[in-house]
Structure formats: C-alpha cells, structure tokens
C-alpha cells in the first residue's frame, strides 16, 4: 500500500511537473511572443511617443534563445528612425547562475537600418526620445555584470540627412558589419576582440581591428579609412570650418593602442600612414584649382599622446601646382581662405609639456607655384617651376640640425638654389645661395611704380651664403657674403624710346652685409661697358627727372609730418656703415646733350676706363678718383684727383688734349657768340678746394683755330673775336692762356663759371690791338673783297675779279697769321639755265649707251659714249618726239615736222625747237651745281696761289653752297678770313 501510496504521489508530482513545464512551454513559446508583439509596440510608442511595429516574436524558453523581427521605429512625421530584419539573442542560464553575471553566448542584430538627421538648428531627430529624469540624473557607479561570448551586426545601415549646413547633405554608410568576441563587464583587464567595417554610399571604406576593454577603458588594433573623397569630408562634417572646395580622395591606416586611466586619456600610434591623392582646392567648385597634387604621403608616422611625441618617418609630395595672388588691397588670396579667430574668443593656454617632433626627411618634387600681384597696374605673374625640396632629420629639439636643399626653376630662364642648414630652436640657418638668370623684363610693371622706363633684356645673378640667427633681444640676425651681378641690363625711356641705361656686365664682388649692424661693404664694382644717356633741358633740369615718377602720396599738407616721421624713424635705427674698395669702369660710354644752349650741343663720350676707390662713409674718407677716356673718338680725356665728400675737400685734375673744338661750337655761342669752324684745343683745369677755399688753375692751348658764323646771344661777351684770334696766334698758329681763378664757397656772390668767364675775358682784351676789317686799308684798297663775281653758268674770273684778287693777295702778304676760305656758290635760277645744255647731252649720251648695251657684246658706260652729229639728231628727234608728241607729225613723205610749220628734221629750227623744249624739262640737277661751284672755288685759289703768290698751304675750299645768302642779284662766291 505504501509503495502503490508512493508511487502514486510521484505520478502526482510528475503530473504537477509536466504541467507546469507544458504551461511554462505555453507561456514561453506561445503566450510570451504574442504579449511581446502585442505589447512592445504600445510600451515603446507610450515611452518615445513614436509608433513602432514588430512583425514576429520567436522565444525558445528552455533555451533562453529569443528572437525579434521585423521591428519599425518611426519618427513623429512618419518616416522610419529605426529598423532591423531580425534581433537574436542566446543567453547562458547555467553559466549567468554560476558566474553572478548574465551570460548571453550571442547576440546578433541582423540588417539594421537607423535614419539620423539633423534640422537648421542643429537639433538632431533623435532628441524627444532623451526625456528628463531626476532619478536618473542621480550617479550610479555600479556596473551591470554582463558577459557576452559573440556580439555581430550584420548589414548595417545608416541614412545620414543633415540641413544645418548651408549647403544640405545626405550620405548612406552600407553595409555595417561589426563583431564583437568576449565582451565583458567584470574582469578587469580583460580585452574583447572587435572587428568593424562600413562602407561610404558615395565612395570609401573603413576597416577597424583591434581589442577593447571596458575596466579600464581601452583599446588597440588597426584602423584603415582608404579612398574617402575629400568633398564628403567636408560636406557633412567640415562646411563650417572649410568654406574651400576640396577635391581628392583620402587615406589613412595605423596601429593604435589608447586608454583612459585616472581621468586621463592616453592614445599612441605607430606605422601610421596618410595619403592625399588627386588633392585640389578650389574657393569653389566653379572656379580654378589653388592647389592641384598627384599625391600627398606621409609615412611611417608615430604618436604619443602622454609623451608627446610625434615622429613621422617620410613626408612627399609630387606635381604639385599652386596659385597664389595679391589681390588689390595687397592681400594674400590664402589670408581670405583662412578661418577668422571670433572676436572675444579667449585664447587657449599654452600647453606646459613641449611636443618632441622629429620627422626623418621630407622631399617635395615637380612643384610648380603661379603668383600673380594684382596691386599693380598691369598685374605680373611669376612663376617657379620645377620647385623640388629635400630636408632630412627634422627635430624642433634644441640645437637639431636640419639640412636641406631647393631648386627652383623662375619664369623659364632662371634658377634659384639654396642648399644648407637649419636649426629651429634656437632659430640659425646657413645656406649657400646660387640664383642665376632671373630675367628683369619680367618685374617691368614694379618699375612703372616709379620710372617711366622700360626694362628691355638684363639677367640678375647672385652667390653666396646667407647666416641667419635669433640674437638674445628676438630679432633676426641676419648676414650675407658673396657676389651679385646684372648682365645684359638695357633700359628704355618710355618717353624718347631711345637707349637710356645700359650695360653688358655689372659685377659687385666681395659684399659682406650685417643687417643687424646696418653694415654693407664690397670689395670692387665692375662696370663692363655702361651706357647712359644724359640730357640737360631747355630749362637747365636732367633727363632724370623725366624718367622718375613723384610719389602722389606725398602733399603739401602732409609732407612736413612725412619728413618728420621720416626723421624719428630714422633717429631710431644706426646710421648705415658702407664701404666700397673700388669702382672699375671698363668701356663706358654715354651720350651727352644740352639743349639750354642758343645752339643745342650733343657730344658722345666712349672708351671710357678706370674708376674710383676708397668709397666709404667714413667722414675722413678721400675718395681717389682716376678715368681715362676719349670725347667724339677723338680726344683723350684724363681726369685724376681726390675728393672728400663729407669734409667738402678735393683736388681734381681734368685733362682734354686735342678736342675738335667744331664739336663744342655751342659753348663758344653760349660764351662768345661765335660757332667755331676749326681748331683743337687741349684744355687741363685744376681745382682746389681746402677750407671752403678755391684755388683753381685753367691752362688752355688752342691750335689752329678759327671762329664760325655768329650767332644771335645778348649774353655773349662783347669783343672783335676775330681780331683778337688773329693777334693772339704765335708764329705756330698756337693760343696759350693761363687762367688762374680764386675765391671763397661761402661767398654769396660766388659763382665759378662767372669767374671763369671774366678771367677769359681780361685775358682777351689785354692782347686786341687793332679791329679785324681794317685788313683792307693795310693795302689802301676801298674793295670788297670778301666776294668774287662770275657770269651765269661761267667759272672764268673777269678783268674787274682779277683786280680784286691781286689786292686780296696784297693784303695776305701782310698777315700771314690769315688764311684765306673760299665757299664756290652757285644759284639755281641764273646759273641753270647755262648749264641745261649739258644736262640734256649727257642725257642723250645715256640713251645711246642703252643701246649698245643692248646689241650684246662689251659693256659701255654712258660717260665713255662718243656721239657723232648724225647720233645726235636722231637721239634729239627721238627724245624730242617722246617728250613731246603732239608738237610734232609725219608729212606725206614720213619725215618727222613740227606742227603748224614746215620746220622738219632737215632743218636747224626743228633741232633748236626741239633743244629749247627737252632743256626747259630738265630738273637743276643738284650736283651739276655744286661742280660749277667747285669750279669757281678753284678758279679763285689757283689764282691767288699761283698769280698771287700765297702759299697753297694758306688757301682752304670750303664745302660749295646752292643759293646761299647773298646781297643783291650777284652771282657771287664768298670768300672769309681766318686766323691760321
């Protein structure tokens, strides 16, 4: 009974079991999904305020496996916020109870989809769900205990809208995978390994691997962002920083450990890599690149937040193009670009523990830079291409050496090389300098600032080293040895466009400049064949100052307090030390005009050697001044001295020997008011200046000279120049003067041209005994004697000429410091006429000559043509008949009349008609009057010389005159008197 009681009570307790499991079964199969459907929707939409959906519970309760899907989260509008195909979850019951701790063996969301967007307030759509609660706010330090062996989402996706912005965005990131193996909550130390990869709608991917862990914080693996485009970065993250349009595609990968340990977070890299590729940028997408580079790299990158430490291994960059402006303003395009510091912002502290940096060489290849200055009138455009940059083991510790190198290509012709080191801390650098053929013409619109001058050709060069130091008072101390030069400089004015400054070589060697010191010395300057055209004007100011531009800041009202200012600067920095061993001139030259003369003067200066030395801005300098050259390739010219520019001191000797004095005529009007015909004169001044005192000696020694034509000068000196010509000539045709001058420079009154005038002319009247036109009455003759008359078209003297040759010869007998000049003339209108007939029979002659060239055989000129009379009819009939067809007719017989007469070419009225009208249509050749002077000209010398008996070496012909000015209708040759 007891054992059937017993067994009873078990299959009772069996029963009772079994029914509770089947009820647990029924609840956890059936009656939990449906409440979970039922319900979840309505508790989420009470706690959101947002409609959900589940399409399906699944829930294993003897397993603890649950599984939802097809859930939906809608925002307020309607639109899905959230939703997945399916969430699954294991959890462990056996292990949760053994280790206190909810153990779940997987969790697995598959498919999910969130949309995020953010509205023009930057409010994002997900903000309603976080509502206030006290009791929550409330810290609560206790961690949940949660185990989890698998955590994945697979498929991910996330809808990303954002109209903050100005320019409103929108990206997909699809698909989502993360796995997570390990996680915990309990274990301190204890790392969970983690794997998460997306992928950008519009283009990129990223690829994180590595273990987290939760107590403390950390984290370290790998991560790899590859090919992101530039434009989505700053589309939907950058709009407010970067107003800039980017374009490019990005990488980046490293290996990663970082952790938060007593409130403190500590991140290290290493192996980084980042990579820029296709980079531009652009002020918009409208507009042309800025910035273009093929690619961007830096490698090798290492970081330690706590150490801070940054080493990067290699930095490159390649063909790369970059456009730089100032614009009007004298702004740089880039300072626009920059991002503007808020007014009032507080300005961070700086940090207490310096960054280590070191990068090990950093090398920019195939550069090219574009800069245009658009603050000028006519903007320029320089630019630099190739640019390559090599640096090697750059460190900012104290005293790291940086060594470097730069080449550069300028505007196509020229090259720029620095090769060096450098020190950032404390800042030093010394560099090597090699610029070469940078072209001048290129920097034309800089000179239209201030010259109206165009740079035509010219190459600037310079070598050297450059040393720059930070000194102990923060400034740069910067120094500079080496040379510079400018070949090939040729300037224009823009005003004459003739040659204005030119040289083929300037070399300035030996310069050693300290910026600091504001000290600047060189060895030698050499000019290698200068150039310069000088001019004085009508109102006695230099070219110069046509060619410079007047700076239109400076006004009346304000140039006194510009001048001011300029003097306090000034006053404030030292005085420029400079020093100058030597100026070497090798084949100047210049051209010399003064148009303030009555007779404007031009005169040419060439071969021009030597120089000065001793140039310095030592106030008892002497500079020692020694050129030799020569004026109109002809007179040497010597000039020596020395010259103390500050103590106002000097004693300067200058030497002209054998100056054609014709070439200086128009200072002999500006003095005397004579051109001058003839003569050189060899000219030494010496001037004295000690003690605002001058001392000044003028030795001149003219040969052979003899005054022009006079010319209208009411400031002229007054005096029978010819006269005194004359009496002042030694037996050698020679005039020595000696002109000693003295005076004080701080007289007033001083003036050393207006000595030098007044002692000339004492020295002058002191020698003039006698007036020149008495010549006549030495012989008793009341003659003219200063023409000889001819007949029109004769060269032949007449009785009555001949008569006034021999008193002439008579009265040169009587002076043989005279010589006599003969000027042939002759006059168009009366001598012409005569001389047509001539004109028109070498004309024939040319015809006949024509010819015979024609018929073959030798050659014949016209002048060697011998016409016979028979040629000579027939020639004048044909001419005759060519020139003047409707003067003549054939008769019945064909022979060749004139018209209206039976003069025909038998007859002597048809040639003499026909010789009246070819004559009257020939033009007065030129040259056949001038031979008819010259012939006249030698008809009055050879008389005088061999009838007169004056020595032929007294006699002069002049160049003839056509119609040269004359009183009366004679046809006169002039004859003038100069002192030999």
Known sequence: MKIRHTVSKIKIAVFIVAGLLGIYAALGFYVLPMLVKSKLPAFVEQETGRKASLAAVSFDPFSLQLSLQGFELQEPDGQPFTLFDDFYIDIDALQSISQSALVIDK????????????????????KDLFKSNNEAEREDTAVFPLNIAKLSITEGKLDWEDVHFNSPEKETVYPINLNIENFTTQAADNSSNFGLTLELNSGGKLDWQGVIGLNPLSSSGRIKLDNVPLPRIRALALQDVVQQDLQGYELLEADYKADYVDDKFNVSVNQGKFELRDFQVSETAQDKALVKMLKFAVTGIGFNLEKHELTIESVSANDADVKAWLNAEGVLNYQALLPVAKAGATPTEPEQTPWNIKV?????????????????????????????????????????????????????????????????????????????????????????????????????????????????????????????????????????????????????????VDLTANQYSAETLTINKPYARVIIKQDKTVNFGDILIADKSVRKGKHNANVQAAKSAQAKISKPEFKLGKIQIVDGSSDFSDLSLILPFSAQIKSLDGGASHISSDQKSTVKVDLKGTAYDLAPVDVKGEISPYLGDYDVTVKFTGMPMPLISSYMVQFAGYKVEKGKMTLELNYKVANRELTASNNILIDKFELGEKVENPNAVSLPLELAVALMKDADGKIKLHVPITGSLDDPKFSVSHIVVDALVNSIGKVISSPFRALASLIGSEQDLSTISFAAGDAVLSKQQIGKLDDLAKALKTRSVLDLEIKGAAFQEQDWPEVSDDALYDQLKRIKAAEINKQGGRKIRAEHVVISDQDYRRLMEQLFVEKFPLMVEKSLLGATRLVGSKADTSTDEFYAVAKQKLSAIIKPEEQRLKSLAAERAQAIANYIVQKGGIANERIFILDTAIDPQREGNGIVSLLSLRAD
């Not at 969790?107 to 759509?125: C, Q, T, W, Y």
């Not at 900012?396 to 801390?425: C, H, M, R, Y």
């Not at 040379?483 to 090939?488: E, F, G, L, T, V």
């Open 360 to 512: 090990g060489n950093i090398v920019l290849d195939n550069f090219g830079l574009s800069f245009e200055d658009r603050t000028l009138k006519k903007p320029v455009t320089l630019t630099a291409k190739p640019i390559n940059l090599k640096l090697e083991n750059f460190s900012n510790t104290a005293g790291a050496s940086l060594p470097f190198q730069l080449n550069a290509q300028v505007n196509e012709t020229g090259s720029i090389k620095l090769d060096g080191n450098a020190v950032i801390e404390p800042l030093s650098a010394q560099l090597a300098v090699d610029v070469k053929d940078i072209a001048l013409e290129n920097f034309q619109a800089y000179v239209d600032k201030f010259a109206r001058l165009d740079v035509i050709d010219g190459t600037l060069a310079v070598d050297g080293k450059v040393a720059v130091a930070k000194s102990a008072e923060d400034k740069l101390d910067i120094k500079f040895t080496g040379n510079s030069q400018i070949a090939r400089l040729l300037t224009r004015d823009q005003l004459k466009n003739k040659d204005f400054v030119k040289w083929e070589n300037l070399t300035l060697s030996g310069i050693d």
């Open 107 to 126: 969790v697995s969301l598959n498919k999910p989809v969130v949309r995020i967007a953010r509205d023009k307030g930057g409010a994002f759509n997900f």
